[in-house]
């Protein structure tokens, strides 16, 4: 089976089997990066370039390392310290890089709909690595990979979001990629942080995390982006962790064998105490080694590969 | 045919011949940027320094492609956000990459003459990718590779070339360049940005663009360097793009048939009007990709290939 | 023989024979480096991260190439301009770093101890690019392979350590290595910038650069780092290099085939006169050339590689 997409810009319209498609061939890849010799010929030739509008090393990182395991050529466009942005607007930048024939282009950008606005104008595939408060799709599928691969399934599992789900790309389309597999899904969150329509998204949304982890599998904690969360939508890191973060005392509440996971960087402390962010439940460590994965199986796929 | 030179520093100095041996060069590499394997083993084992003074991604990123789909290793080393460069000199720092051996530096600086410094120092191959004021002899390659394509000829070709000629490498370059190919070149730009002894380089210089474009082939927009143009050289960017802009109002003075050029990054609504920018006259990503062409042609060349 | 160690973190407890394992190691991998194809395919397939918490472009550089002419893929972390820091331990970012499967993960950080932090927690090798003030193990052997290559032994040598003895790592890594080779090290700074129990270490200390470099083999001249120096340590550059630079006044007083040495990037007239480092005695740009090929060593043995 191949992935009939150029692009890949959000989980939303990613049907059963695409997201199937995507998390076998992921799995098949986790090999290549524990064999002596890390790295297949799969793109040699091929471009990729990662063009990050917002700094983001741990990404950036999974993305350059996927793209070398697969021997394609890597290159690192950081628009933060870049002086192609100045004077230029985005669609020039994507021009010039189209120009420049690379194959796949990796981007990064605060504006919701960036990566959408480049795919429809560029022949390369786009790969949205995140944009704006709106979808980071490979996040979401190397979620659903590690659930897949540590519970056996998705469908019919209890999964609780907590966070600011509001301004979460994270919590957007790991809801969407949740729900797709039949999972239920449910929010908790301050409710400023809560989108008012959020029960649109066919989940459940609750202003105590307790109410959200009671009998769940899964408990997926956002990372509060304190250099974003400047405008007083809490009062505090101290009240926010006092009240939304996972410890001993509530994590009682979940199913005994509940995983947790976190998109990471930690704030160790506030979303998790370090007890459970570095025990036995934590699973936040199989996400990154499966983003990698999930990276190489969709630069591989959007080049015309199949599972 | 072989390009007997150890060095590329600037376009005054070289013949019709090597001028052609780069652009059939050049040419022949248009195809390796499109095919589905992009990369030659050409330059394995190489080692190709990009040392940046002066922050640009664009050509950087177009070194960089360059480098790697001619299986060169490419180094980059920003020197703004460097260590390297604190408290030591240019020499120094040239001297320790040479210890390092490398095959090939390309250097962009502030200062004119730096490339040619090092030129004289070093045994590797330099680069000129741009000194302060002076040359910036790939970018006038790719532009005589791009007229040419899209010409057929350079000789007995009117290009006209507009903006702040006395700061601009991009206009000195081209002018040497296209002088020795045969074509004939005017210049327009307010008075305080026209080189006093212009007409030495054998051009006609006009301070209004109307003068300079009538009945051209090729019209050359410069950039306009918001960022350095601090000194108040003219009033203002409304006031510049009102007397200086190629727009729909005069661009019917020129050939039915004439082309745009423009380095990049456009400043759109000051040097081009949109609909000039993006309309069928315009060569400016054509450039682009010739760019990628060009660069790979010099460091084939300087690494001893032959035409 | 092979190297039976997991992680390079400091000098201080290598044995006689493992110096000589990596400097035997390295002056083979000198050859690599001058050869027409400057590349072997000995790590194809692994991957080195440079995860730099200071910013330094020649040890970088000097990774990055030996990497590459290795056949290793390399990712280059700084930190510095990082997002994956921010609100993230050391050790929450190595063990992100270690789920990504690396192979050999070089780091520097300004704090003493951090490289041996992270190689008691990874599986993956650690390289030590310099900790603080405390050891930069790679730097003390590419010293001791210029000495030992242009003197043909160390055992017996007289060698003069220059500057902030205190705070430098590279005088610290020297110190060991030199003494365990059987060289005698003497050390000369100003009365601050000597521990004060320096003599435990086997050197012998003087406030004067005289006394220190009559009838040396080798001289050491430490960078003075000004932009640490902020508190006053002495009180101006000027007067620094009045009582402690190396120049043709005092360089009589050293032995007549003594040879010059400074980790680099050299304050020229603060640590040496330009005479003096440009000069048929300085050693400074072999010490970069050996520094890509002790580097080259180490990274194959610790690959399992042996001589």
Do not use: C, W
Request: aromatic letters at 4%.
């Amino acid at each position: 089976m191949k992935l009939n997409r150029k692009d890949i810009l959000g989980i939303q319209d990613f049907s059963v089997e695409e997201i199937n498609l995507v998390l076998d061939t992921a799995e098949s890849f986790i090999e290549v990066s524990t064999r002596e010799i890390r790295k297949v010929p799969t793109l040699r030739g091929k471009t990729v370039i990662n063009l990050f509008y917002e700094a983001s090393t741990r990404t950036r990182t999974s993305f350059e390392i996927a793209g070398k395991r697969l021997s394609a050529d890597t290159i690192n466009i950081s628009a933060s310290t870049s002086s192609m942005v100045k004077g230029e607007t985005l669609i020039d930048t994507a021009k010039n890089l189209e120009a420049m024939n690379p194959d796949i282009i990796v981007i990064r950008h605060s504006a919701v709909g960036a990566p959408h606005l480049l795919a429809g104008l560029l022949k390369q595939s786009i790969i949205n690595a995140g944009d704006g408060a709106h979808e980071h799709p490979t996040q979401a599928l190397l979620d659903l990979m590690t659930i897949r691969a540590k519970k056996g399934r998705i469908a019919g599992l209890q999964v609780a979001i907590v966070g600011d789900i509001s301004h979460s790309r994270v919590a957007r389309s790991n809801i969407h990629g949740l729900i797709r597999m039949g999972a239920e899904v449910r929010v908790a969150g301050p409710a400023t942080m809560l989108p008012r329509d959020i029960e649109k998204m066919r989940v459940r949304a609750y202003t105590k995390i307790d109410e959200a982890i009671r009998d769940a599998d899964i408990i997926m904690m956002l990372r509060i982006q304190t250099e974003r969360e400047k405008h007083n939508i809490f009062p505090s890191l101290r009240e926010y962790a006092q009240h939304f973060s996972l410890n001993s005392r509530n994590i009682g509440l979940a199913r005994e064998d509940a995983l947790i996971m976190h998109p990471g960087p930690v704030n160790r402390g506030v979303e998790l105490s370090p007890d459970i962010a570095d025990g036995p439940r934590s699973i936040i460590l199989d996400q990154v080694t499966n983003g990698v994965a999930v990276r190489m199986a969709l630069l591989y796929l959007l080049s015309g590969g199949s599972d």
